[in-house]
């Protein structure tokens, strides 16, 4: 019995009344924290509680089916951006959409989806005065320190990632100062200009803290970008500004006026404007950027000159006709900064990637080798609203840019969002909020109570009779299972949005047969052990090292279908795989901080140690002729071993 | 209870012992059987999906009075688990009724109930089509997250265990996916966003039961071929399989305890079977998952690893041994010691062979493995290798 001894003696050393009294006051803690807070029962998922519902219904006419779809798809994706909510989105007729969202509150939520949104990609005119109609404002220029060619010494970001030679992969960094608050200057009507955006210096990521604003009288600069791109050339050889230049498409063209940028058209194929419309100067004239109209983005088609405000200090900006078309955005993702090449660091700053798809890559790749040449500028247009107004440090030819800035990590979140989110290819009119009733008859939610109810008798009784003394063990785990999983399904609803459903509910219900399992595992190891003829105390260390070892493997098998699903789903699977994984980890809480240590105080007991009939670890019953609790020699064993073939032969 | 008991040390010992593996043929054909009949039903029949797919007729009435749950059952006698909801609009109160794609007649029919319990005329209810809330695009990703699920898994599996065991453990989980899509199409019940997430639990809990066999499998299997020669690895899986088997059974009862009781509570409440779907996903997959594990997977597992060439050694050596064993065991044995029959034959003959192999092992190991080693007993009965690692 050698190899008993080690556990033994490392098992001493945490005595088992510690993870039981962390266990304990964790459960106080929790259950502390769902009485003071008030939120002492979980919120109810749409099909059990109701909820508030929206019908949109797309403007002017009915749009084409595929159209529909995608809008469809979007409203989807943009519900379930919002947690693990168990939203739902239906096709109504077929020029409607309905939303029903889960809760009673959720009218604001549900406006903000509404947002019907139109993303474009435009150049900003940064000299408005050349139309006729003269207006009276000026876009800021950028500065003339912008758009350095790309600086020598730092390659860009990933260093691992060697791009070979030919496809250049881009980056797009920005540096702005920190908005510091509200636009100083009124937009005023002055002849000249009255105020300068200030401009992002177009520097490498590395550089970006290091800009400061400049010129006279600058209001300060919301987190625009500017967009650099630089090749991966991992660090060797001259990086960057040999690039550009093996672009073919970098047809040098018209200054600053970019009038003239290369497409003709805007993506979708129609024709572009060339000059505003006076309707547009007028708008761009007049606008109040601190309370924009909210149809402003429908109001310009792709290919018409567009008015657009900046959406934190503003200002107003005249835009060209569309360059490339939201949908073309195959991906946008918000990332820390990371810069310094092959040292790479965190800067602190927050970055959104973005990637096109063919098409759009190549509108892309158009645009900002013109922009590239000329210095100006593009933006982000969403529904009226220019997210981010960059310029372009080098042109980026395979569809894969970087937006950088200062931007903070909610903003890129935001800004990443609307991008990927944003493009809805119809425009809808807002119906009423209205209030819903529960999908499900209320006796579903009673039925599966009561299910839950009669599931768990049934397991008790079951445990009883077969684990007899154990299965107190049992059982009390599983009323800890069931306290720690309702306390935290109380206190997530509020935390993040988590609504149980019914069936999230009926999930539940499952649990219990697959918490329960657990302690079949360690149950049926110790068995094991005990007929191996080892003491019970020496059982219990043994059996656990092994029940441990299935258990992990066997509970992060399910965790990891938990978190997959969580990951990749939405709506109902999540809130289900949200139940799963939650169980899961408890499951592995429990057995660890409770049982296992419950076990081992229990062992140490006269009842279960002596092997009393009802323990459930009676040697007898076990095959096992010699009463644990004593150390046995190997004589003892083996006597013991002759022992069993008679009582063996007796039961059977 | 005794018997059980001692039938569980029994099998813990190898003294009863199920031939689980040595019949792999039978038990694939059987699964084979059932995975082409899935797979028929399926392409024949295909899956029946519900209105959260499908999409179908929604009513609307405004009415004050109407209420729900009559409206529901009225309805629900025309066609299957209509979603019935009521709905305030600036103070008026409309009922929405939703059901799956309907004929005319059954529309008329459904306009009229509802019509009668609204108190309203069959024109005030206005039908309009709508689509699924279960997307195209929701049904996508829940494979996505499958397909993703499954390849990390095999990936875990492979470095922590083995890649065989990888395998075996993603077929024996298709074959559970397939067979109970397979029962679904065959029986004609509804698929459900419900069901789904019935599925998608089965593929958590059949390679959950697969792990779990597998673990004593791998214990079991430790050392084999180098320091231990005195079984086969299919002999000492089969002994794992057996060894777990309680488990097993424990478990999938546990696990099927609370579902069959929430098949029951769907079933007695009926009404929208959300319950119902997910019960009986789940009692089917767990069903079919446990069988699969000890069926499929370790039978599976122990055919690849037999093809390795040191198995092939360790299964010429073991043989030896056997038959050495088995000739002192005629010698040695006495005859009343033998397991009476009781448990199948197959089980017997397999337990004297294990017990007399431990036998005849012995005096080769006991050199090298010092104190730890286990004592030769008079009886030969096997020790299995579980506390030896």
């Known amino acids: ?652 | 209870m005794s018997a059980s008991k001692s039938w569980g040390n029994r099998l813990y010992r190898g003294e009863v012992s199920y031939d689980f593996i040595g019949k792999q043929k039978r038990w694939y054909t059987i699964s084979g059987v059932l995975l082409l009949v899935s797979v028929l039903s399926l392409l024949v029949f295909g899956l029946k999906f519900s209105l959260d797919f499908r999409g179908g007729s929604q009513f609307r009435v405004k009415s004050d009075t109407a209420a729900v749950e009559t409206v529901r059952s009225h309805v629900g006698a025309i066609v299957k688990d209509p979603t019935v909801q009521s709905e305030t609009v600036l103070g008026h109160r409309y009922v929405v009724v939703k059901t799956t794609p309907l004929t005319t007649e059954q529309q008329t029919t459904v306009r009229n109930a509802i019509a009668k319990d609204a108190g309203a005329q069959a024109n005030d209810v206005s039908p309009t089509l709508i689509s699924g809330s279960w997307g195209h695009e929701i049904t996508q990703k829940a494979i996505t997250g499958l397909v993703i699920f499954v390849a990390l898994v095999l990936l875990y599996l492979a470095i922590f265990y083995e890649w065989k065991m990888a395998l075996s453990g993603i077929v024996a989980l298709i074959h559970d996916l397939v067979i109970t899509a397979g029962i679904y199409a065959l029986v004609g019940f509804e698929v459900s966003p419900a069901t789904v997430i019935g599925f998608l639990t089965i593929l958590g809990y059949s390679l959950y039961d697969t792990v779990v066999v597998f673990d004593k499998v791998r214990e079991n299997t430790k050392g084999l071929g180098s320091t231990k020669t005195d079984q086969t690895f299919t002999q000492a899986a089969n002994l794992a399989v057996n060894q777990t088997l309680i488990r097993s059974l424990n478990t999938s009862l546990i696990a099927l305890i609370p579902v069959a009781s929430l098949l029951f509570a769907g079933t007695l409440v009926g009404g929208a079977g959300v319950l119902q779907d997910l019960a009986l996903a789940l009692l089917v997959g767990i069903a079919v998952g446990t069988y699969s594990s000890i069926f499929i997977a370790t039978p599976l597992l122990a055919d690849l690893k037999e093809r390795e060439p040191e198995m092939r050694v360790l299964k010429r050596k073991a043989a030896g041994a056997q038959a050495k064993a088995a000739a002192r065991a005629e010698r040695t044995v006495p005859v009343q010691e033998r397991v009476p029959g009781a448990f199948g034959d197959q089980g017997d003959i397999l337990g004297d062979e294990l017990e007399g192999v431990s036998e005849a092992a012995q005096p080769g190991r006991d050199a090298p493995r010092g104190p730890r080693n286990q004592p030769v007993r008079d009886r030969g009965r096997n020790r299995p290798s579980g506390k030896r690692r």
């Not at chain 1, 220019?386 to 840019?401: E, K, L, W």
């Not at chain 1, 079949?520 to 191996?532: A, M, N, S």
Request: proline share 7%; charged share 15%; glycine share 10%.
């Open chain 1, 1 to 652: 019995m050698a190899g008993s001894k080690a556990p033994r003696s490392r098992n001493r050393k945490t005595s088992p009344w510690t993870p039981l009294t962390v266990l304990a006051a964790v459960i106080m803690a929790l259950v502390g924290t769902m009485i003071g807070t008030g939120h002492r029962s979980p919120q109810l998922g749409i099909d059990l509680a109701g909820g508030t519902t929206m019908t949109m219904t797309a403007k002017g006419g009915t749009p084409s089916t595929g159209d529909m779809d995608t809008a469809l798809q979007i409203m989807r994706n943009r519900v379930n951006g919002q947690g693990v909510s168990e939203a739902e989105v239906t096709k109504q007729g077929s020029s409607s959409i309905q939303v029903d969202l889960p809760g009673k509150n959720s009218s604001e939520l549900l406006a903000q989806l509404g947002q019907t949104a139109k993303l474009y990609f435009r150049v900003v005119v940064e000299d408005p005065t050349q139309y006729q109609g003269a207006p009276l404002r000026t876009t800021p220029a950028p500065e003339p320190q912008t758009a350095p060619t790309a600086p020598a010494g730092s390659p860009s970001g990933s260093a691992s990632s060697s791009a070979p030679s030919g496809s250049p992969s881009s980056k797009a960094s920005s540096s702005a100062p920190p908005a510091s608050s509200s636009p100083a200057t009124a937009p005023s009507s002055g002849a000249t200009t009255s105020q300068h955006r200030v401009a992002d210096s177009g520097l490498k990521a590395a550089d970006a803290p290091s800009a400061t604003p400049s010129g006279g009288g600058s209001s300060p600069a919301s987190p625009s970008g500017t967009a650099t791109a630089s090749p991966k050339t991992s660090g060797s050889g001259s990086p960057g500004s040999s690039a550009p230049s093996a672009n073919p498409s970098s047809a040098p063209s018209a200054p600053a006026s970019s009038a003239s940028a290369p497409p003709a058209t805007a993506p979708d194929g129609t024709p572009k404007q060339t000059q505003p419309d006076l309707a547009t100067l007028q708008l761009y004239e007049s606008i109040d950027c601190t309370k924009p109209p909210s149809d402003l983005g429908s109001r310009f088609a792709a290919n018409q000159f567009a008015v657009g405000c900046d959406f934190t200090n503003h200002l107003p900006y005249l835009l060209e006709p569309a360059d490339v078309d939201g949908r073309d955005l195959s991906g946008a993702s918000a990332n820390a900064e990371q810069a310094g090449g092959q040292n790479a660091f965190l800067t602190g700053n927050w970055e959104v990637d973005l990637s096109f798809n063919g098409k759009g890559a190549k509108d892309f790749s158009a645009v900002t080798t013109q922009l590239y040449s000329d210095k100006g500028r593009f933006a982000v247009d969403l529904d009226g609203l220019v997210y981010s107004a960059a310029t372009v440090q080098q042109p980026i030819t395979d569809g894969n840019a970087r937006i950088t800035g200062t931007f903070t990590q909610s903003q890129a979140e935001n800004l990443a969002n609307v991008l990927k989110y944003g493009a809805l290819p119809i425009t809808f009119d807002q119906g009423d909020v209205s209030q819903i009733s529960a999908s499900l008859a209320g006796n579903q939610l009673t039925a599966g109570l009561i299910a839950g109810a009669i599931g768990m008798a049934l397991v008790i009784i079951y445990l009883i009779v077969y684990y007899r003394g154990l299965a107190s063990v049992a059982v009390a785990s599983l009323v800890i299972s069931a306290v720690l999983t309702y306390a935290l399904a109380s206190l997530l609803g509020p935390a993040m949005g988590f609504r149980l459903s019914l069936a999230g509910v009926a999930g539940l219900v499952v649990a219990i047969g697959i918490t329960a399992d657990s302690f079949v595992i360690f149950f049926e190891r110790l068995r094991d052990e005990v007929r191996e003829g080892r003491s019970l105390r020496t059982a219990v260390d043994h059996g656990w090292g092994r029940a441990r070892r299935t258990i992990i493997s066997s509970d992060f098998v399910s965790f990891l279908a938990a978190f997959v699903l969580y990951e990749v789903s939405v709506g109902t699977v999540k809130g289900f795989a949200f139940t799963l994984g939650l169980t899961t980890l408890l499951d592995i809480i429990v057995v660890f901080m409770f049982t296992k240590p419950i076990v081992t105080l229990l062992a140490r007991r006269r009842f279960f140690n002596e092997g009393h009939p009802w323990s459930g670890l009676d040697p007898n019953r076990l095959g096992v002729k010699k009463a644990p609790g004593l150390r046995q020699t190997i004589v003892d064993r083996r006597a013991a071993a002759r022992g069993q073939g008679s009582a063996e032969g007796m039961e059977a």
